[in-house]
């Protein structure tokens, strides 16, 4: 019997084509048009859904949570052994993520993109979709979640993010190294997460704001945002998660009304930790009622407070733990 395949598009540089000398004009091709294009595996068999044709970059949380209602509406079949879902390269990293922390099934999601067109010479179009849907339903794999499948390797969707604007290799893991390999249409696989952390979303995802740190700066944006409808703040902080002193008033005014804000580190390892004393560090930070972040990217850690904010669970220091 076959594998069944549900092969979800939503646009991006894979479904591009060009409409003038140098520019392409993003989700232009159709999931079906996308699917004849490629030599799919002959084994399997893909059933094509569209569900919407954007740049990753008009992708919001409306989407996301439009994207997981199309794939729970999938894997409602029995007999669907995986789910691949063709994205934009610029924000997938924040939509696989977020369908890693909402759906539970244990069966595997696949998130894939391109660096290139269908046309360009080169494109990795055709291998990377080709790939994703081997590692979809190749059972080794089953209980892992949700991975992004780049280039031939297989990545975590937690630590998986684009590391380049234009290279073929253009998604990595630091830290954390990738769950395996595709060669030729084969899957090997060299480590797995052991923790799934999965979460109820109850109706809209609320905003949060992410803020860059850097030096000397002020609490105007943290006024700002404060005085928005934000209900959660991301600082990007430096090394173990140091912000200017300068900050640190108008932070702590957003945490008295109500707005959780968490700590991360710009650091592409390691964890927010308080190591100092001074005004500015994490240690102070915390006092002011921050929480630490762990080694949650900003916009990774965007996503987990505004799935945790939507669940309804209590937002503690163990949040950020998993």
């Known amino acids: 019997m076959k594998k069944r395949v549900s092969l979800i598009t939503t646009g991006g540089t894979i479904a591009s084509k060009e409409i003038s000398k140098g520019l392409l004009k993003s989700g232009a091709i159709s999931g079906k048009e996308l699917a004849a294009l490629c030599q ?20 919001g949380f409306s989407e996301m949570l439009q994207l997981q209602n199309a794939i729970k509406a999938e894997l409602e079949d029995e007999t669907v052994d995986g789910v691949v879902v063709t994205h934009g390269t610029d924000t997938l990293e924040e939509t696989a993520y977020f369908l890693d922390l909402t759906i539970a099934d244990s069966r595997t999601i696949v998130v894939t993109g391109s660096q290139r067109s269908p046309d360009d010479v080169g494109t990795d179009v055709y291998s990377n979709l080709r790939n994703s849907i081997y590692v979809s339903v190749d059972e080794i794999l089953k209980g892992v979640g949700t991975v992004v499948v780049f280039n031939e390797r297989i990545y975590t969707a937690k630590y998986v993010k684009k590391v380049h604007s234009s290279n073929l290799q253009g998604f990595d893991s630091f830290g954390h190294g990738y769950l395996g390999i595709i060669d030729n249409d084969k899957v090997s696989i060299y480590q797995k997460p052991i923790n799934r952390d999965v979460h109820k979303v109850t109706g809209d995802l609320p905003r949060v704001d992410i803020v860059k740190c850097y030096s000397g700066q002020d609490g105007k944006i943290i006024e700002l945002l404060a005085s928005s409808d934000t209900k959660g703040i991301i600082l990007e902080a430096a090394g173990r998660g140091q912000v200017s002193p300068y900050m640190v008033s108008a932070i702590a005014e957003a945490v008295k009304k109500g707005i959780v804000v968490v700590l991360t580190t710009s650091a592409e390892e390691g964890n927010a930790y308080p190591s100092y004393g001074y005004p500015g560090s994490a240690h102070d930070l915390i006092l002011n009622g921050v929480l630490l972040g762990s080694d949650y990217d900003s916009k990774k850690a965007r996503i987990k407070l505004a799935v945790a904010l939507s669940s309804g669970k209590n937002i503690d220091v163990n949040t950020f733990i998993k």
């Open 40 to 59: 799919l595996p002959e084994e399997i068999e893909v059933k094509v859904i569209d569900v919407f044709q954007l740049p990753s970059m008009h992708i």
